[in-house]
């Protein structure tokens, strides 16, 4: 059976990206106990996966660094299952963690949204940020020809990394129009420290084509991929490439602040100046309060991390920086909206549950997710729906129910773990 | 760090970065990590531990999410299919 | 413009949707209308262990009437409904529940129902996770599983296929005197109406005592072959039969998809449909304790219900003391996938004035009153 750890600290931070790593440390000068809870093996999230261990200077050092040298004890490979008032309970590899906490900061990230066609999980088609991901954690694509699609500005990210790794980028595919496109990079030189991330990622792609109201509508292969088809202003054309990396900009991870009670505000976990939740104590950053990038999620972060543990004096200081950073949410929400079209990329027979094989035609046949899910049983595979409901969510407008423990499959025996956790709450 | 690690995908040798996850080792084998519930070979799309598709046996343990483990050396990976 | 219906259902969960087809297939034009969708009650939290039972003979009687009415059907069913004569295996712990296993041998062999006793070994190899030692048991070859939402689906489809006409998300508000009025104001006119909104039920028949008894349940990630039977203590008797205390027993069930449902829970007046991590963890550590391996699965979900409850845990199955023609089908407790079928027999012959299979005494809702005594 399972040993179950006991951690407590006076700030818990869960999510050990920039807003987390970001948080702890501005929660650490206060002298009090920290903990930076993450189920990956090393800290970093996703922008700055793989970069905790590596021996390249990169932006992320400077953090690293400080957290490294910081009293913040850092909980690797152990995932928040489960949330009771003052207190978490996680899993990892061999223990089931019990975390109780004065303070919360939920820093939970956001993942890519998927949308099914035709190919989709034809092996190496990956997410955008799932193939750069896979590069950081050592996939080796040097001479590889990449197809880069979907849409949002992690696509740019994506595209400009790639080639660095030494692969050959045939094409960027963003669904969105030229100029909404034209737009949004003029509108983030704008912002300050944006600008010369900018013109540094127009330099880098110059050479890497990019074409505006473009989407894939196909993937073909044997046993992987071979061929995209693309539908580019009308027309449609194919591409030989190795790996198809699709993703149609980010979702937040609400999961585990809906299960903690915080309210959500227009589908965004809801919080006032000080970062906090509707929740007293527990606080959140990042992603899940709204989708804007690197610089955002590291000053809400700090702003979290000091009002958790009473700073507000220095909290306040950062307001101006944040305000500045916050219009990158909107910039992107205006930019980036997905097109009716890609409602219908989907065949009756392609798949949109990928854990239960479920085509797009069997959920057709019901009017809720709910009805979906119990006869069609989609959602019910070990994603709990995290890849198709999201799908679902944009192709029929439904609305995905509520978030019940555990929050991510656990051993059995982890579950039993739970006993000495308090009643619900609310 | 430019080290290399050693592991075994279906028996076969795979040699990664020092770092690398074990999902990685397993596309640079050129197999498919699953197979799905009406036999399509899946390999990783999400590379956070979201999608599942990455599920592998690791050392004897089976279902393991392969993308959020670090390779180490002589690790035995089978994927399910 | 069709024609108005003649008999018309209040929910369309396993109950509701076995009495459409059954009283479609003798002709009879039938509307039923669902708050919701199909199984968004009860049946979609259910089980569907098909199981013969017998703690009373009214019990037995039923159950045993439904589970050769589901077994007749079973070549008809699609690959969704998932139905599975995997049987029942009783497990005993010791030598009183020995004594169970032998009592309940003898009176289902008096009764025609196949069954063989298990001693400690053969229990073992029967179900190889098992621990040991356990003092035995007794396998119902007879008894399956089905999977409740598209079993629902299935019948409906074939009373649809009959005539039949379902109305979703449409609140029923009142039913009786041969009418029911929708929260909206529609009325529907109707000789007969038929209660098998499960838990709503005693909201339109007043009178009726059935009380919600939460239960809980996980489900695995699919493990293939390792489990071939549904597998129940024998202490689960003295769970259901208890009317008052939180309780847990032993009870998995293998899935078609290879994965494992872990039950079983019962709670009175519990509050809500949120999980509760306590009563969770009992039932798990109860289910360790006969079956350990299963403490190294992945659980994927969790999830309650409610099964609704009558004081002397048979259904009630007949008119309504307060209206002839509003026949209640609902209080079916843990066993409403498995006797949603005989019910739908019992319901249609009471509307048709015909003779019943099985006596029907036992399962009328007047029972209830009298139980009571009424001024």
Same mark, same amino acid.
């Given at each position: 059976?399972?040993?179950?750890?006991?951690?407590?600290?006076?700030?818990?931070?869960?999510?050990?990206?920039?807003?987390?790593?970001?948080?702890?440390?501005?929660?650490?000068?206060?002298?009090?106990?920290?903990?930076?809870?993450?189920?990956?093996?090393?800290?970093?999230?996703?922008?700055?996966?793989?970069?905790?261990?590596?021996?390249?200077?990169?932006?992320?050092?400077?953090?690293?660094?400080?957290?490294?040298?910081?009293?913040?004890?850092?909980?690797?490979?152990?995932?928040?299952?489960?949330?009771?008032?003052?207190?978490?309970?996680?899993?990892?590899?061999?223990?089931?963690?019990?975390?109780?906490?004065?303070?919360?900061?939920?820093?939970?990230?956001?993942?890519?949204?998927?949308?099914?066609?035709?190919?989709?999980?034809?092996?190496?088609?990956?997410?955008?940020?799932?193939?750069?991901?896979?590069?950081?954690?050592?996939?080796?694509?040097?001479?590889?020809?990449?197809?880069?699609?979907?849409?949002?500005?992690?696509?740019?990210?994506?595209?400009?990394?790639? !080639?660095?790794?030494?692969?050959?980028?045939?094409?960027?595919?963003?669904?969105?129009?030229?100029?909404?496109?034209?737009?949004?990079?003029?509108?983030?030189?704008?912002?300050?420290?944006?600008?010369?991330?900018?013109?540094?990622?127009?330099?880098?792609?110059?050479?890497?084509?990019?074409?505006?109201?473009?989407?894939?509508?196909?993937?073909?292969?044997?046993?992987?991929?071979?061929?995209?088809?693309?539908?580019?202003?009308?027309?449609? !054309?194919?591409?030989?490439?190795?790996?198809?990396?699709?993703?149609?900009?980010?979702?937040?991870?609400?999961?585990?602040?809906?299960?903690?009670?915080?309210?959500?505000?227009?589908?965004?976990?809801?919080?006032?100046?000080?970062?906090?939740?509707?929740?007293?104590?527990?606080?959140?950053?990042?992603?899940?309060?709204?989708?804007?990038?690197?610089?955002?999620?590291?000053?809400?972060?700090?702003?979290?991390?000091?009002?958790?543990?009473?700073?507000?004096?220095?909290?306040?200081?950062?307001?101006?920086?944040?305000?500045?950073?916050?219009?990158?949410?909107?910039?992107?929400?205006?930019?980036?909206?997905?097109?009716?079209?890609?409602?219908?990329?989907?065949?009756?027979?392609?798949?949109?549950?990928?854990?239960?094989?479920?085509?797009?035609?069997?959920?057709?046949?019901?009017?809720?997710?709910?009805?979906?899910?119990?006869?069609?049983?989609?959602?019910?595979?070990?994603?709990?729906?995290?890849?198709?409901?999201?799908?679902?969510?944009?192709?029929?407008?439904?609305?995905?129910?509520?978030?019940?423990?555990?929050?991510?499959?656990?051993?059995?025996?982890?579950?039993?773990?739970?006993?000495?956790?308090?009643?619900?709450?609310? | 760090?430019?080290?290399?690690?050693?592991?075994?995908?279906? @028996?076969?040798?795979?040699?990664?970065?020092? @770092?690398?996850?074990?999902?990685?080792?397993?596309?640079?084998?050129?197999?498919?990590?699953?197979?799905?519930?009406?036999?399509?070979?899946?390999?990783?799309?999400?590379?956070?531990?979201?999608?599942?598709?990455?599920?592998?046996?690791?050392?004897?343990?089976?279902?393991?999410?392969?993308?959020?483990?670090?390779?180490?050396?002589?690790?035995?990976?089978?994927?399910? @299919? | 413009?069709?024609?108005?219906?003649?008999?018309?259902?209040?929910?369309?969960?396993?109950?509701?949707?076995?009495?459409?087809?059954?009283?479609?297939?003798?002709?009879?034009?039938?509307?039923?209308?669902?708050?919701?969708?199909?199984?968004?009650?009860?049946?979609?939290?259910?089980?569907?262990?098909?199981?013969?039972?017998?703690?009373?003979?009214?019990?037995?009687?039923?159950?045993?009437?439904?589970?050769?009415?589901?077994?007749?059907?079973?070549?008809?069913?699609?690959?969704?409904?998932?139905?599975?004569?995997?049987?029942?295996?009783?497990?005993?712990?010791?030598?009183?529940?020995?004594?169970?296993?032998?009592?309940?041998?003898?009176?289902?062999?008096?009764?025609?129902?196949?069954?063989?006793?298990?001693?400690?070994?053969?229990?073992?190899?029967?179900?190889?996770?098992?621990?040991?030692?356990?003092?035995?048991?007794?396998?119902?070859?007879?008894?399956?599983?089905?999977?409740?939402?598209?079993?629902?689906?299935?019948?409906?489809?074939?009373?649809?296929?009959?005539?039949?006409?379902?109305?979703?998300?449409?609140?029923?508000?009142?039913?009786?005197?041969?009418?029911?009025?929708?929260?909206?104001?529609?009325?529907?006119?109707?000789?007969?109406?038929?209660?098998?909104?499960?838990?709503?039920?005693?909201?339109?028949?007043?009178?009726?005592?059935?009380?919600?008894?939460?239960?809980?349940?996980?489900?695995?990630?699919?493990?293939?072959?390792?489990?071939?039977?549904?597998?129940?203590?024998?202490?689960?008797?003295?769970?259901?039969?208890?009317?008052?205390?939180?309780?847990?027993?032993?009870?998995?069930?293998?899935?078609?998809?290879?994965?494992?449902?872990?039950?079983?829970?019962?709670?009175?007046?519990?509050?809500?449909?949120?999980?509760?991590?306590?009563?969770?963890?009992?039932?798990?550590?109860?289910?360790?304790?006969?079956?350990?391996?299963?403490?190294?699965?992945?659980?994927?979900?969790?999830?309650?219900?409610?099964?609704?409850?009558?004081?002397?845990?048979?259904?009630?199955?007949?008119?309504?003391?307060?209206?002839?023609?509003?026949?209640?089908?609902?209080?079916?407790?843990?066993?409403?996938?498995?006797?949603?079928?005989?019910?739908?027999?019992?319901?249609?012959?009471?509307?048709?004035?015909?003779?019943?299979?099985?006596?029907?005494?036992?399962?009328?809702?007047?029972?209830?009153?009298?139980?009571?005594?009424?001024?």
């Amino acid at each position: 059976m399972d040993s179950v750890k006991h951690l407590r600290f006076d700030v818990a931070v869960v999510g050990a990206g920039p807003a987390g790593i970001a948080a702890a440390l501005a929660a650490a000068d206060s002298g009090r106990t920290i903990g930076l809870i993450d189920d990956n093996p090393t800290a970093g999230g996703q922008i700055w996966r793989g970069a905790y261990n590596s021996a390249r200077p990169s932006a992320s050092s400077i953090w690293f660094d400080r957290l490294n040298k910081s009293a913040v004890q850092i909980v690797r490979g152990a995932r928040v299952f489960h949330a009771a008032a003052g207190e978490l309970a996680a899993e990892s590899d061999d223990s089931v963690i019990q975390i109780s906490y004065g303070k919360l900061i939920l820093a939970t990230g956001a993942r890519e949204l998927f949308l099914p066609f035709p190919g989709w999980t034809l092996p190496n088609v990956m997410g955008a940020g799932g193939l750069q991901a896979f590069v950081k954690s050592g996939l080796e694509i040097s001479g590889k020809r990449i197809v880069v699609a979907g849409t949002g500005p992690l696509l740019l990210a994506v595209a400009a990394y790639a !080639s660095k790794c030494g692969a050959k980028v045939i094409g960027i595919c963003e669904q969105t129009t030229r100029p909404k496109m034209a737009r949004f990079g003029l509108k983030m030189m704008l912002i300050p420290d944006k600008a010369a991330e900018a013109l540094r990622f127009a330099y880098n792609l110059r050479s890497i084509p990019h074409w505006t109201d473009c989407w894939p509508v196909a993937a073909f292969g044997n046993r992987r991929l071979e061929t995209v088809r693309i539908s580019r202003q009308g027309q449609t !054309s194919e591409i030989a490439c190795d790996y198809l990396a699709c993703g149609f900009h980010l979702i937040p991870n609400l999961e585990l602040p809906r299960m903690c009670g915080c309210r959500l505000r227009e589908s965004f976990v809801a919080v006032d100046e000080y970062q906090q939740t509707s929740v007293s104590g527990i606080f959140c950053a990042g992603e899940p309060t709204g989708i804007g990038g690197l610089e955002l999620a590291l000053v809400e972060g700090e702003i979290a991390g000091y009002a958790a543990t009473n700073w507000e004096d220095r909290a306040k200081h950062l307001f101006a920086k944040r305000a500045r950073h916050q219009k990158v949410v909107r910039i992107l929400q205006d930019a980036f909206p997905l097109r009716p079209e890609l409602k219908n990329l989907a065949r009756p027979d392609t798949l949109v549950c990928r854990c239960e094989d479920v085509p797009h035609e069997r959920l057709c046949e019901h009017a809720s997710w709910r009805a979906a899910k119990l006869h069609a049983r989609c959602g019910m595979g070990p994603c709990q729906g995290r890849i198709c409901a999201p799908a679902a969510e944009f192709l029929f407008g439904w609305q995905i129910d509520s978030v019940r423990p555990p929050l991510f499959p656990v051993r059995c025996s982890s579950l039993v773990a739970l006993s000495s956790h308090s009643a619900p709450r609310n | 760090m430019s080290e290399s690690i050693s592991v075994r995908v279906n @028996g076969k040798i795979v040699s990664v970065r020092a @770092g690398s996850t074990v999902a990685v080792a397993v596309l640079a084998s050129g197999a498919t990590c699953r197979v799905s519930v009406t036999g399509q070979h899946r390999s990783p799309l999400c590379g956070m531990g979201t999608c599942f598709e990455c599920r592998v046996a690791i050392n004897g343990e089976p279902q393991r999410r392969s993308c959020q483990v670090l390779c180490e050396a002589n690790m035995e990976i089978e994927t399910n @299919g | 413009m069709n024609k108005p219906a003649e008999v018309v259902i209040v929910g369309a969960g396993i109950v509701g949707a076995a009495c459409a087809l059954e009283l479609s297939a003798e002709g009879l034009r039938v509307l039923v209308i669902d708050e919701s969708f199909t199984s968004a009650g009860s049946t979609g939290a259910a089980m569907g262990h098909i199981v013969v039972m017998g703690d009373s003979e009214a019990q037995f009687a039923i159950t045993r009437y439904s589970q050769i009415l589901w077994d007749d059907m079973r070549d008809q069913f699609p690959t969704s409904v998932e139905f599975d004569p995997c049987g029942t295996l009783w497990v005993a712990a010791d030598e009183e529940e020995m004594r169970e296993v032998r009592r309940k041998f003898d009176y289902y062999r008096e009764r025609g129902v196949s069954a063989e006793i298990l001693d400690s070994q053969q229990v073992r190899d029967a179900e190889p996770h098992l621990r040991a030692p356990l003092a035995g048991g007794l396998r119902v070859p007879g008894d399956s599983v089905v999977y409740p939402p598209c079993a629902a689906e299935f019948l409906l489809q074939k009373a649809r296929a009959l005539g039949a006409r379902v109305i979703q998300a449409q609140q029923v508000a009142a039913i009786g005197k041969g009418v029911a009025r929708l929260a909206d104001g529609t009325v529907f006119a109707a000789g007969f109406i038929v209660n098998a909104a499960g838990q709503s039920a005693p909201k339109l028949s007043p009178g009726i005592n059935i009380k919600p008894r939460k239960g809980h349940l996980v489900i695995t990630d699919r493990y293939p072959n390792f489990l071939q039977h549904q597998v129940v203590e024998l202490g689960y008797l003295k769970s259901a039969h208890s009317l008052t205390s939180d309780s847990v027993a032993f009870n998995v069930q293998p899935r078609k998809t290879g994965q494992i449902l872990i039950g079983s829970s019962r709670q009175y007046d519990a509050e809500n449909s949120a999980v509760d991590e306590s009563i969770l963890a009992r039932m798990l550590q109860r289910a360790f304790e006969y079956m350990p391996d299963l403490s190294f699965l992945s659980a994927i979900r969790v999830w309650t219900g409610f099964r609704p409850a009558t004081p002397d845990k048979l259904p009630l199955i007949g008119p309504s003391p307060q209206d002839p023609s509003v026949l209640v089908a609902a209080g079916h407790e843990g066993l409403g996938i498995t006797t949603s079928l005989a019910t739908a027999k019992l319901i249609c012959a009471q509307i048709l004035g015909q003779r019943p299979a099985i006596p029907i005494q036992p399962y009328l809702p007047s029972r209830q009153i009298a139980a009571e005594a009424h001024v």
